[in-house]
């Protein structure tokens, strides 16, 4: 039998891990995340169609085109578990959002078309869950200058960042499949939203 001087310090050493595990949870602003955008070009991404997506001085900028056929960018890799983050900037009526996993699930950027109002941080799955709604995020948000979102999907919970606070969880199960990350501009309005230090790490 090990004698308490071999088994202290090994619970002790237990704890110490457990404990710097948690902390690390807790503080997701720690993780050291690597740029997906390189601030000039779409190396790594795929434009659904068109030209709604360019570069200019290191910002990703979307603007739907005269038609607003909205589009789709999506990262040419796959994610799982993920931390995505990025600052997004926009002014006005926009409806976008960032979108994980398979199937789609998306953390809305904007007005929603269905309620009419801004749900930027809110999850969206074809309707907006009450218990997955940034209620706090009007507070956070800075108008017409750049904001931090940051999203983790880790198993069957996703939680949301806005400028450093958390603003929403959402917890199911069905969004299991890694898919591409994807950035949106949506049909149906003139718009316009950009993008820069977008950063991931695959968990």
Known sequence: MPSPCVVFPTIAAAVVALASLICRADAPADLPLAPIFNGHDLAGWTPAEGTFWRVEDGVLIGE?????TGSMLHTDRVYGDVVVEADCRFSGEIDSGIMLRKPELQVQIGVSR???????C???NG????EARATKAADLLKPNDWNRIRVEAKGDTFTVWL???QVSQYTNPKYAEPAPIG???????PMKVEFRNIRALAL
């Open 64 to 68: 739907n085109d005269a038609a607003q």
């Open 114 to 120: 269905t309620l009419k109002r801004d749900m930027t």
């Open 122 to 124: 809110s999850f969206y």
């Open 127 to 130: 309707k907006y869950p009450e």
């Open 163 to 165: 400028n450093g606070e």
């Open 183 to 189: 950035l949106q501009i949506h049909k149906g309005l």
